[in-house]
């Protein structure tokens, strides 16, 4: 966005009894780009209308010119010396009516005007309106009008020829008193003033937050055999010996009683074993144990099988480690294999080399690391993901994205992307979150102190990301995710930083961590 800074809007032209009045009125201007910078010694497209009644009048005089801005931004160019467009400059009326100048500017020299501003004529071109006026006897001369205020300092002109002294006119009357002018815009920021002295130390600041959980270490020595347990119960019986030599036949032993032979049927009705014919009826409900009182079945409590010392509704107890793909795990033989993966990670730090600032590693370059173990940091991006995207998705409102230190750009980011919503590449968090380079995704917006932490190691960085295919920084502003309000943002550049409405167009340098 370029600022355009109107300096004088008109001056007054001389009417003289000797020479015919010019029809002309001049005009300087002040531009400034998007980062407060003047635009000097550059060619600029400007159109210039006359507009009649109100500042949407109608234009009764249009006309074009291609200035070119000095050494300050300033330009400088006489109003009806232009390419015309419409209309007759000569023959506007400036005693019927009031009059309003609207400029229209392209800060790049063609006729693509973005910048606009209207402004009223407050006092009529009295050089202009005097070669149309009723008489030309100069009145008596008035009394002395207030001083004006002084005007900027113009650029010196070269010196002209002395021209042969006219003659002395008449004092005209005085005129009336004009109105008051409306209040000019800034003047260009003056050199800063000299460094003051040291304040006072401000009160210690809070706690940060707790830095993230070191590695596992080592597995340690196993500690000394504990006392002997209580004496076990008793053990199951051994299994039954092997069956012995067969015995020598013994003698035949006498004929026995003729029987009287009767079939007998055996039958099962749980729980009762019977045998018919009068043979009885056993029952054997003390003989079932299981958990459907069934002695058809298997079917049996978990209680039924566990050791002495387990329970079912509580934990199973003196399990052994797995030796089989479908095998239960015990606690030890998990606790185990989770301190065998600490150590790897352990050795696997150990042995990679120590990070440093400037480095290429983790997806871009190392522009900080965490003092309180060397291993772990933040690195940005080799490139720009935008030149110019607002911070905003369309309106202002609070996101609650106030993190400044380093460490809170991650959850800023996501705080924005949950305020804002979708599309997230319409604005500078959800862009940084979308960012893969290096084959990551969890890149994010950097907070104000992450953002600064990376132009004070900026040659550094610069000279990497372009060895590895990136790019310089820009020298406009980056946005950061710290919110200050609902209206601005933090932002900050190689060369200082501040803040901005959200609406603006700025850069984009995704971070993550490490």
């Given at each position: 966005?370029?600022?355009?800074?109107?300096?004088?809007?008109?001056?007054?032209?001389?009417?003289?009894t000797?020479?015919?009045?010019?029809?002309?009125?001049?005009y300087?201007?002040?531009?400034?780009?998007?980062g407060?910078?003047?635009?000097?010694?550059?060619?600029?497209?400007?159109q210039?209308?006359?507009?009649?009644?109100?500042?949407t009048?109608?234009?009764?005089?249009?006309?074009?010119?291609?200035?070119?801005?000095?050494?300050n931004?300033?330009?400088?160019?006489?109003i009806?010396?232009?390419?015309?467009?419409?209309?007759?400059?000569?023959?506007?009326?400036?005693?019927?009516?009031?009059?309003?100048?609207?400029?229209?500017?392209?800060?790049?020299?063609?006729?693509?005007?973005?910048?606009?501003?209207?402004?009223?004529?407050m006092?009529?071109?009295?050089?202009?309106?005097?070669k149309?006026?009723?008489?030309?006897?100069?009145?008596?001369?008035?009394?002395?009008?207030p001083?004006?205020?002084?005007?900027a300092?113009?650029?010196?002109?070269?010196?002209?020829?002395?021209g042969?002294?006219?003659?002395?006119?008449?004092?005209?009357?005085?005129?009336?008193?004009?109105?008051?002018?409306?209040?000019?815009?800034?003047?260009?920021?003056?050199a800063?003033?000299?460094?003051?002295?040291?304040?006072?130390?401000?009160?210690t600041?809070?706690?940060?937050?707790?830095g993230?959980?070191?590695?596992?270490?080592?597995?340690?020595?196993?500690?000394?055999?504990?006392?002997?347990?209580?004496?076990?119960?008793?053990?199951?019986?051994?299994?039954?010996?092997?069956?012995?030599?067969?015995?020598?036949?013994?003698?035949?032993?006498?004929?026995?009683?003729?029987?009287?032979?009767?079939?007998?049927?055996?039958?099962?009705?749980?729980?009762?074993?019977?045998?018919?014919?009068?043979?009885?009826?056993?029952?054997?409900?003390?003989?079932?144990?299981?958990?459907?009182?069934?002695?058809?079945?298997?079917?049996?409590?978990?209680s039924?099988?566990?050791?002495?010392?387990?329970?079912?509704?509580?934990?199973?107890?003196?399990?052994?480690?797995?030796?089989?793909?479908?095998?239960?795990a015990?606690?030890?033989?998990?606790?185990?294999?989770?301190?065998?993966?600490?150590?790897?990670?352990?050795?696997?730090?150990?042995?990679?080399?120590?990070?440093?600032?400037?480095?290429?590693?983790?997806?871009?370059v190392?522009?900080?690391?965490?003092?309180?173990?060397?291993t772990?940091?933040l690195?940005?991006?080799?490139?720009d993901?935008?030149?110019?995207?607002?911070?905003?998705?369309?309106?202002?409102?609070?996101?609650?994205a106030?993190?400044?230190a380093?460490?809170?750009g991650?959850a800023?980011?996501?705080?924005?992307?949950?305020?804002?919503?979708?599309?997230?590449?319409?604005?500078?968090?959800?862009?940084?979150?979308?960012?893969?380079?290096?084959?990551?995704?969890?890149?994010?917006?950097?907070?104000?102190?992450?953002?600064?932490?990376?132009?004070?190691?900026?040659?550094?960085?610069?000279?990497?990301?372009?060895?590895?295919?990136?790019a310089?920084?820009?020298?406009?502003?980056?946005?950061s995710?710290?919110?200050?309000?609902?209206?601005?943002?933090?932002?900050?550049?190689?060369?200082?930083n501040?803040?901005?409405?959200?609406?603006?167009?700025?850069?984009?340098?995704?971070?993550?961590?490490?």
């Amino acid at each position: 966005m370029k600022k355009f800074y109107t300096i004088l809007a008109a001056v007054l032209l001389t009417l003289s009894t000797f020479a015919q009045t010019p029809e002309k009125m001049s005009y300087q201007a002040v531009v400034r780009d998007s980062g407060d910078n003047l635009v000097a010694n550059q060619p600029i497209g400007m159109q210039i209308s006359i507009l009649q009644t109100t500042a949407t009048g109608t234009a009764v005089y249009v006309e074009t010119q291609t200035p070119t801005t000095n050494i300050n931004g300033l330009v400088t160019l006489e109003i009806g010396t232009g390419s015309v467009v419409s209309g007759d400059f000569a023959t506007i009326d400036w005693s019927a009516d009031t009059y309003f100048i609207k400029t229209e500017t392209d800060p790049t020299g063609g006729s693509s005007y973005t910048i606009t501003g209207t402004s009223q004529l407050m006092s009529v071109p009295y050089a202009l309106y005097a070669k149309t006026s009723g008489s030309s006897t100069p009145g008596p001369t008035g009394p002395q009008g207030p001083s004006g205020n002084d005007g900027a300092d113009g650029s010196d002109g070269a010196d002209g020829t002395n021209g042969l002294d006219g003659a002395t006119g008449a004092t005209g009357s005085t005129g009336p008193q004009g109105a008051q002018g409306p209040t000019g815009n800034d003047g260009a920021d003056g050199a800063d003033g000299a460094d003051g002295t040291n304040g006072l130390d401000g009160a210690t600041g809070a706690t940060g937050p707790t830095g993230p959980q070191g590695a596992q270490g080592p597995t340690g020595n196993d500690g000394a055999d504990g006392a002997d347990g209580a004496a076990g119960t008793d053990g199951t019986d051994g299994a039954t010996g092997a069956t012995g030599l067969q015995g020598l036949q013994g003698p035949a032993g006498n004929d026995g009683a003729d029987g009287v032979g009767i079939a007998q049927t055996l039958s099962f009705t749980s729980p009762n074993l019977t045998l018919s014919d009068s043979g009885g009826t056993v029952d054997l409900t003390s003989l079932i144990n299981d958990a459907d009182s069934d002695i058809s079945n298997e079917i049996q409590n978990l209680s039924e099988v566990l050791t002495e010392g387990n329970t079912a509704d509580a934990q199973i107890k003196n399990v052994t480690d797995p030796t089989d793909a479908q095998d239960a795990a015990t606690k030890a033989y998990v606790d185990a294999l989770q301190a065998q993966i600490a150590a790897l990670d352990a050795r696997i730090i150990a042995l990679e080399p120590l990070p440093t600032i400037g480095e290429f590693r983790y997806g871009g370059v190392v522009f900080w690391i965490d003092p309180t173990d060397n291993t772990h940091g933040l690195v940005c991006a080799i490139a720009d993901q935008s030149s110019a995207i607002q911070w905003s998705n369309g309106s202002y409102i609070v996101t609650g994205a106030t993190g400044v230190a380093i460490g809170t750009g991650a959850a800023n980011t996501a705080t924005i992307i949950t305020a804002q919503g979708a599309t997230e590449t319409n604005y500078a968090a959800g862009l940084a979150k979308a960012y893969t380079g290096g084959g990551f995704n969890d890149w994010f917006l950097p907070s104000d102190d992450e953002l600064k932490e990376i132009f004070l190691n900026g040659a550094a960085i610069e000279a990497t990301a372009t060895a590895n295919g990136g790019a310089v920084f820009n020298t406009t502003f980056y946005w950061s995710s710290t919110e200050v309000n609902f209206e601005k943002a933090e932002i900050s550049k190689l060369t200082n930083n501040g803040s901005a409405a959200k609406g603006w167009g700025y850069n984009v340098r995704a971070v993550r961590a490490f």
